[in-house]
């Protein structure tokens, strides 16, 4: 120990250099250590990002080649479908027939034969049932006979199955058809009636098919239901009211009465001024209960009325209005006390409706034409047009919201939105002999927001509508606008499709000329939220020999690139082809 004091003492600086060497190897060593470390940890990442990357191009990989993406159908713009020696019926239906996501038209036509495309004729029997019991149509198979029968449920060989058919319908009948709405091709079609009074679609239970179906009323009174998928007789049902009656359109889905899992659907009929009710079962059209007259006097029609927890059905006469409750009406003809779920009798509507006579003594109103459903503020009022006026009622007090002279209306009001999310009624009135009025008024306040006289001959088809992204609509409407100064030429009007947009009040867009007789029009979206087209029916009227048939689906904005732009009122800065390029770039957009 003394020799190393000594030598410390006498060597300070190698003791202090050997200190320093010392340091430096085990900072060394550590760094050594600490480098391994992080060498090992940077190779695991190394690996870890490579495996990402390698599993991110398998994903790829896979959604670009071996998963196949949905193909989005390829619609065309414009497609046509003739019929020769045919006569159409004036209803169009639009439904997605082939679940492609696209709407398909659905209309009604009668002749001899179909298009040739099925080979059907009306003498083809028609399967009607399946059921394990008699509906009164057709004949019974025997035990193990072989039966075969036409459409898509093939042959069967089961004698618990009794299928019934109708031994075809005298020539010429009615076809009901569906076309496809992204080419015109005609999905399917057949025989369904020996005359159509009325066609509506839709219809979520019918029979025991899953999908929904078309439901054809004929004269004599028959009801038809039909797969909307495969275009199959579900079941046929006939009822005798003898001569010179009239069906209530449209018809109206009520719960199920009979309990057998399927909606039903209550009819009414006007005979000798008088309203008789039945209801028949949607799974086998066979009629539930006993028919039932009703205390409505005169010509009626009727709309529903489906409040937050009750149901009323609205009859109105020339002069009169009635009401009567879903339960009263299915209890009249049930024969027993009905109750259904989660639905109660409004206290102020019975409180205003006479329990003898059911007339609704609150409201007085004489000739009315129409009466319609209108959206204010999340529930529906009534709007009631007589010869001379438009009047609003609060379904929940009944009292009178706003009146309007409207003279004479023509069409049945139409709902749309002038206003961004504010509902408009566009009345069309007869202002003289072939000329008319279009307008276009607030539901809240029964303010007149745009109006357009026309030119427009008789049997003119009504407007339609079409939502579009900015929360308003573009109106479509038939007539012939002549310029200021101009009416008094007296010429026979011809028919023209004007587009109009509230952003552009000042502007109407000729789309199109029509020299042929339009049996029926309407608009719609054929996709969700795009593809806004407009069809049209034309040929010879029901009643008339047989002629040329055809179908034309054609797109919107096909029309509005080479329309004419007519200046309403004329501004400083008025460009033609900026208003088209404008309304051809319109969105449009579906509302729930």
């Not at 004091?5 to 190897?25: C, F, G, M, R, Y």
């Not at 023509?410 to 003289?432: A, F, M, N, Q, T």
């Amino acid at each position: 120990m003394d020799n190393k004091d000594s030598e410390a003492e006498i060597h300070p600086l190698k003791t202090e250099d050997v200190k320093a060497q010392e340091n430096h190897e085990n900072f060394v060593e550590r760094r050594i250590i600490k480098s391994s470390g992080l060498s090992r940890l940077s190779r695991w990442r190394t690996a870890a990002f490579f495996i990402s990357l390698f599993l991110c191009l398998i994903i790829v990989f896979a959604f670009s080649f071996i998963i196949p993406c949905p193909e989005r159908p390829v619609s065309e713009r414009t497609w046509f479908q003739y019929y020769n020696n045919a006569v159409p019926y004036p209803f169009l239906a639009m439904e997605d027939v082939n679940e492609d996501k696209v709407q398909d038209v659905l209309f009604a036509f009668k002749s001899s034969n179909g298009s040739g495309r099925f080979n059907t004729s009306c003498l083809d029997k028609v399967p009607v049932s399946e059921l394990g019991e008699k509906t009164g149509w057709g004949e019974e198979l025997g035990e193990s006979q072989l039966l075969v029968v036409q459409g898509s449920r093939g042959v069967h060989r089961d004698s618990s199955i009794r299928c019934l058919f109708s031994p075809g319908l005298p020539s010429p009948c009615a076809f009901i058809a569906a076309v496809s709405g992204t080419n015109g091709s005609v999905l399917w079609e057949g025989p369904a009636a020996e005359d159509v009074q009325w066609l509506q679609c839709g219809i979520q239970q019918l029979g025991t098919a899953k999908a929904p179906g078309c439901l054809v009323v004929e004269k004599p009174l028959s009801l038809t239901a039909v797969d909307l998928r495969t275009g199959e007789v579900l079941w046929r049902q006939s009822r005798d009211f003898g001569a010179n009656y009239t069906v209530l359109t449209p018809l109206s889905v009520i719960p199920d009465v009979d309990n057998d899992g399927v909606q039903d659907l209550i009819i009414f009929i006007t005979k000798e001024g008088q309203v008789k009710t039945f209801i028949c079962s949607g799974k086998t059209g066979q009629q539930i209960g006993s028919t039932d007259s009703l205390s409505v006097d005169g010509n009626a029609r009727y709309v529903r009325l489906n409040r937050r927890s009750s149901s009323y059905f609205l009859f109105y006469t020339e002069n009169s209005l009635y009401a009567y409750s879903l339960e009263d009406l299915c209890s009249a003809v049930v024969g027993t006390e009905v109750k259904f779920p989660n639905f109660q009798p409004d206290s102020h509507w019975e409180k205003h409706i006479d329990p003898a006579t059911h007339r609704l003594s609150l409201l007085s109103f004489g000739d009315i034409r129409y009466l319609t459903k209108v959206l204010v503020q999340s529930h529906d009022d009534i709007l009631v047009l007589s010869s001379e006026m438009a009047t609003l009622i609060n379904t929940k007090d009944l009292h009178t919201v706003w009146t309007l002279n409207v003279s004479r209306a023509l069409s049945e009001p139409l709902l749309g939105y002038y206003k961004p999310d504010v509902h408009g009624i566009v009345l069309e009135s007869e202002i003289g002999p072939n000329r008319k009025k279009v307008m276009i008024v607030e539901s809240g306040s029964g303010a007149v927001q745009w109006e357009l006289k026309l030119n427009s001959a008789a049997g003119s088809p009504g407007p339609a509508m079409l939502p579009t992204a900015d929360h308003r609509s573009a109106f479509l409407m038939w007539g012939d606008y002549q310029e200021p100064g101009n009416e008094t030429i007296h010429r026979a009007p011809l028919q023209k499709l004007y587009l109009f947009h509230p952003s552009y009040a000042n502007v109407l867009l000729e789309l199109r000329n029509s020299t042929d007789q339009i049996i029926a029009f309407t608009a719609a979206l054929f996709e969700r939220s795009r593809h806004a087209c407009y069809v049209l029916l034309r040929g010879p009227q029901p009643g008339e020999g047989p002629g040329p048939v055809s179908l034309m689906k054609r797109k919107l904005k096909e029309d509005v690139s080479v329309s004419r732009v007519i200046w309403l009122r004329r501004t400083d800065g008025d460009n033609e082809q900026h208003v088209r390029d404008r309304l051809y770039r319109m969105r449009f957009q579906s509302r729930d």
